[in-house]
């Protein structure tokens, strides 16, 4: 094969990746608590041997993909369920997946009066599922303790890792699983905030400019192809004129 043309390929093969990974960073730029996904990519040589010829041809492209952890913007709701982390902790959910981490704190309460999430997973607690008191008014401090007329319900389950980036991988739109590479630890110095949530760390509009230059350079690429598709049916043509 062509090295150049196939090079041009896997140009924009990467390029199409990096357009789905924008487009969802986007789609997500307004949901509570969401991380937006970066995409890193290397090439790998290989030899490229026939009788006439040794050269180096590109013979693939890996990708590697990570999770942009920094916190997004927090602003107020108001709401008596709605939290926030200030530090790099995170909320601890509890789906029938198992246990899972996030950032958005949108919580309401179910027909029994369990705290969950908007997707109807259990809130955890010290206690494990946290069940507040009905038509009462919760306060939540910034040590995450849960209280209703100065008697304390339970305390928040939040909790960080060293690194989150090998320590957690995405299950959906803002919750996150742990990898087993490393354990939860408590999160002293993070405090809770009520009556906030924390936004999507995606910027749209960054995303919208890198989403156009990749697209242009797609495009390029694919020019490229085009008119070295030409010069090689231009070049059998020639040859099949000889004969």
Known sequence: MNPGLYTAFLGMRARQRTLEVQANNIA????????????????????????????????GVLSTSETDFRSGTLR????????????????????????????????????????????????????????????SQ????????????GQRIDKLKISRFENPVQALKKDGDSLFAATGIEEPTDAPESSVLQGTLESSNVSAVTEMVSMINNTREFESLQRSISLMMNDVGRKISTEIGRT
């Not at 530090?87 to 309460?109: H, K, L, N």
């Not at 009066?113 to 206690?127: A, H, P, S, Y």
């Open 76 to 135: 107020e709701t108001g709401g008596a369920l709605d939290v926030s982390i200030r530090g790099d902790a995170f909320f601890q959910i509890q789906t029938p997946r198992g246990v899972r981490y996030t950032r958005a704190g949108s919580f309401t309460q179910d027909a029994a009066g369990q705290l969950i999430t908007k997707n109807g997973d259990l809130v955890v607690g010290e206690k494990g599922a946290i069940t507040l008191p009905k038509n």
């Open 28 to 59: 997500n730029a307004s949901t509570d608590g969401f991380k937006a996904e970066r995409l890193a990519y290397s090439t790998v040589e290989a030899d490229h041997k026939s009788k006439s010829e040794s050269q180096k041809m590109v013979a």
């Open 138 to 149: 919760v306060v939540i401090g910034s040590d995450g303790v849960l209280s209703s007329d």
